[in-house]
């Protein structure tokens, strides 16, 4: 177990590695936000969202290829992604979903990288997930459409090796994505923290963590917004 006594002393410890790795010359490019959907809690056997921030150099395009041999255990995660049209700064009142709508700009469909260091799913502590930035490795993200119906409608399916493998909505994360957007806006409002225009919010996956091997191809289509991809090496 941990020996992190709760979420504040976890996220202050996520804190201090992003610091460290923004003094290293890294770039804050956005945040994932976890643990969204019925099915992953029940996966992880935790029933609440967690965050992390994704840094700049870690996003790649679609078509990406990934080496397993670069991370503890490789796995992937569906997801749908908003980009930031415009800020979403502090304010008194909480941020309610149709508060947050009017500041996507854009929205794609993104693979998160996950890498879980070989973690037993039946045994994990939370606190310790979040200290360590919530797993995030990077995202790969397809093309961005700024024109685009409810998102919770939004149809995801993905596809290894050419074959349907899973298939979520954007309802399946806390009921639509911008429940999740509202959610993350909150969480860093309260750590002293803001969204800014440009940032990518991750907002969970549709599907369950996909552990992937060398050689598989996986492909994620999003309703009609378009398809992310990418192929495992050694």
Known sequence: ???IADRAEAYAAQAAFV??????????AGYKIG???ERMQRMCNIDSPIAGVIFGERIYPTGTALSAARYGRLAL????????GADLPARAMPFEPRDVAAAV???APAIEIVD???ADYGALDVLALI????WNAGAICGPRSTA??????????VRRDGVVLDQGSGRDVLGHPLNVLAWLANHLVAGGEALRAGDLVMTGNLVTTKFVAPGEHYAFELGGLGRVETRIVA
């Open 35 to 37: 643990l969204t959907s």
């Open 116 to 118: 879980d260091h070989n």
């Open 77 to 84: 995660e569906f997801e749908i992604a908003l980009f930031l």
């Open 131 to 134: 200290a360590d930035n919530s």
């Open 105 to 107: 700009g854009a929205v």
């Open 19 to 28: 610091r460290r790795s923004l003094e290293r010359g890294s770039v804050r």
């Open 1 to 3: 177990m941990s020996t």
């Open 148 to 157: 685009f119906a409810d998102l919770a409608t939004l149809e995801g399916t």
